[in-house]
């Protein structure tokens, strides 16, 4: 009977969820439905005093939008419930004491005034930082009497001396450890909360987990866990450390350097679809020269054998570039329905006023909306753009640069000319993007100017801005009588500058 395969990703709630998670998250649900098989979400709320109110159901919105939902989770239950761990407290309890009772572990009733003279002194003495094992002699009658008086003791996994224990990577192969510098860690803390090394264990063997993907900074941990399957008589499941991101200049992907929260790509305007694509693309592609795909590829084509695990470089001008691409292939009713989306997720997370103009713009003149974005479309990096590049599109009054406006010439000569073009638009019959060009190239010739002067001035005259999309379609866009209209006001403008 074929296995079947299932994975899980078991993020803490203790703030925004981290792109890392997602990350994470991917890879597990790609192999999981490749094979047919099941995702899981575990959370990992044992740390109490870092649990942050809220963050939990911020986990399941992040897999939400990302539509990497896990089959089973606390709000999917399944048949390895409690899916939190902090609900599974006697499970850990229950295995502590079974070590406990194969002597595969003990009672440590050390302060932490003890502990921390302690390192000091393996630090001044050059020695790696290790629990000396002050308590694991004690008698069981010893340590029932101080637990019975209400000493408080937390319980230690007891490590075997003189070993080497073996950690099988898929992708790294065998990593061998020397027992003598693997630590006696906690795995019980005195307020009958596990610390990660036994509840990641028991919960894995529990929720009959098989392949078990996280972060290579646990991989100095492996040794522990794979001593704690030993210890239990549980086959270790499938083993694979992923490595770390890195910001540009190689140092870890974290708070201090870049952005780590997923909630801020979002809010920025990246698109999901890119976003997966960009975090898959870290370590893995379908094809040596594809650097865009789907989801749908990557669960036919993926295999963990394929993962580059040099450390990946967060990259975010690739990222932005990928985005624009998926901008870029949208239909625009596809696209309008994402801004949408964006705005009003936004409006609701922080009450942005950018992102509250747009929704206003798309409530009260959607066809314009969709007009404008489709002529901004092609220009468009990220979501949250679309108030810079639309605004001058719905500006009842333009924000004129008098430079902008004058190209060099006198204010009364672009008065003038201001004028006199207007006029000759206003008559222009057929408005064809021929005639219309035509029509200021031969009025430009009649002053003398470069041809670039006028144009760039009614660029200005029309939006206020320096880079748009080509001007007639500009023009077409806004109508023929607003465009005239912009025209006006910026004569209105300069004539306001000479009075």
Not at 166 to 186: A, H, P, T, Y
Request: proline content about 5%; overall charge positive; aromatic content about 10%.
């Amino acid at each position: 009977m074929t296995q079947l395969i299932r994975t899980r990703v078991a993020p803490s709630p203790t703030g925004y969820p981290h792109v890392g998670t997602a990350f994470q998250a991917l890879l597990n649900w790609v192999y999981a439905h490749k094979h047919q098989g099941q995702f899981v979400l575990r959370i990992e709320d044992t740390d109490q005093k870092r649990a942050v109110e809220g963050a939990e159901q911020v986990i399941y919105q992040a897999l939400s939008w990302l539509e990497i939902e896990p089959d089973e989770s606390p709000k999917h239950l399944g048949d390895y419930g409690p899916y939190r761990q902090s609900e599974r407290l006697k499970i850990y309890q229950q295995y502590a004491q079974q070590l406990i009772d194969q002597d595969q572990a003990y009672y440590c009733f050390c302060s932490p005034t003890r502990l921390a003279k302690m390192r000091k002194q393996q630090q001044q003495a050059d020695q790696p930082p290790k629990y000396d094992r002050h308590c694991c002699g004690l008698s069981k009658t010893e340590v029932a009497r101080r637990l019975k008086n209400g000493e408080k003791a937390v319980i230690r996994m007891k490590i075997p001396n003189d070993q080497q224990i073996i950690v099988n990577d898929l992708l790294r192969g065998k990593v061998e450890f020397d027992s003598n510098i693997v630590d006696d860690q906690v795995i019980l803390k005195s307020d009958g909360f596990p610390t990660y090394h036994l509840a990641v264990v028991v919960d894995d063997h529990l929720m009959k987990i098989t392949h078990m993907l996280r972060g290579e900074e646990w991989l100095s941990s492996a040794p522990k866990h794979v001593l704690l399957y030993q210890y239990f008589g549980w086959s270790v499941p499938v083993m694979i450390h992923s490595p770390t991101l890195r910001n540009p200049d190689k140092s870890k992907l974290s708070k201090r350097k870049g952005n780590t929260s997923l909630w801020w790509y979002r809010k920025q305007g990246y698109l999901k679809e890119a976003l997966l694509n960009f975090l898959a693309l870290l370590v893995w592609k379908p094809h040596e020269d594809q650097e865009v795909f789907t989801k749908e590829e990557m669960v036919k084509n993926f295999a963990w054998s394929q993962l580059n695990f040099k450390a990946p470089v967060f990259d975010v001008a690739k990222l932005q570039w990928l985005n624009g691409l998926y901008l870029r292939k949208k239909s625009l009713s596809a696209l309008v329905k994402e801004v949408r989306a964006w705005a009003e997720w936004v409006v609701a997370q922080d009450d942005q006023a950018a992102a509250k103009q747009v929704l206003v713009w798309l409530n009260k003149q959607p066809s314009l909306f969709k007009k404008a974005l489709g002529l901004a479309q092609q220009r468009l990096k990220l979501l949250k753009e679309i108030p810079e590049l639309l605004g001058f599109y719905f500006a009842p009054e333009l924000d004129y640069d008098q430079a902008d406006l004058l190209q060099k010439h006198s204010v009364k000569e672009m008065i003038q000319a201001l004028t006199i073009i207007k006029q000759r638009l206003a008559k222009l019959d057929p408005w064809t993007a021929e005639s219309w060009e035509q029509t200021i190239r031969d009025y430009a010739d009649e002053l003398g100017w470069k041809h670039r002067d006028l144009f760039m001035a009614l660029r200005s005259a029309v939006t206020a801005e320096r880079f748009t999309p080509p001007l007639f379609a500009v023009m077409q866009v806004l109508g023929r009588t607003k465009s005239l209209q912009r025209l006006e006001q910026a004569s209105q403008f300069l004539q306001a500058v000479v009075s």
